[in-house]
């Protein structure tokens, strides 16, 4: 039989356990879908960031990613989204997409800054991969990223 604390007994055991949550790393594990996209002949492995918290979370805290890894954001409208490097450690490149998965300009980033990278036109998605990924492969303005149209609708 167990035998039933009093009634402040068990403050102590609650605080404690806020204290540990609230000193638990900021990024949960979340779980994001993963789709496989391609530009010109190259296959990338894209996580969907299509929630408002997926999209606040991107790729922040993460100490590496594999060379064809990155990540697609998917927003709910066409506008002028912008990127910023709060809490993400790895230097990247984004790209910002069309409606129809068309390239219409890429930004570099550099880790922890909270610089502004924005869309040179209403853009429908960005792509954020290793630094420097879609310049060595020679992408540009106008070249079509496939598999957008496998993505889920922004929530």
């Known amino acids: 039989m167990m035998k039933r604390a009093g009634r ?3 403050a102590p055991l609650v605080l404690g356990a806020m204290v540990l949550l609230a000193a638990a790393p900021a990024r949960a594990e979340v779980q994001m879908p993963v789709v ?7 296959r990338i492995e894209a996580e969907v960031a299509y929630t408002m918290q997926t999209r606040q979370l991107g790729l922040m805290n ?3 990613m594999p060379a064809q890894h990155g990540m697609v954001f998917v927003f709910p409208m066409d506008a002028g989204h912008c990127m910023w490097m709060k809490n993400t450690l790895l230097p990247l490149s984004v790209a910002f997409l069309d409606a129809q998965g ?6 570099d980033m550099q880790p922890q800054t909270e610089d502004n990278h924005c869309a040179a036109a209403p853009a429908r998605y960005a792509l954020e991969m290793n630094l ?3 310049k060595e492969r020679g992408l540009k303005r106008g070249d079509q ?3 957008i149209d496998r993505l889920p609708q922004a929530r």
Not at 102 to 107: G, M, Q, S, T
Request: hydrophobic share 40%.
């Open 8 to 10: 402040g007994a068990c």
């Open 36 to 42: 496989e996209l391609g530009a010109g002949m190259y």
């Open 62 to 64: 993460r100490r590496s």
């Open 102 to 107: 068309r390239l219409i300009n890429v930004e």
């Open 132 to 134: 420097g990924w879609f």
């Open 145 to 147: 990223i496939r598999g």
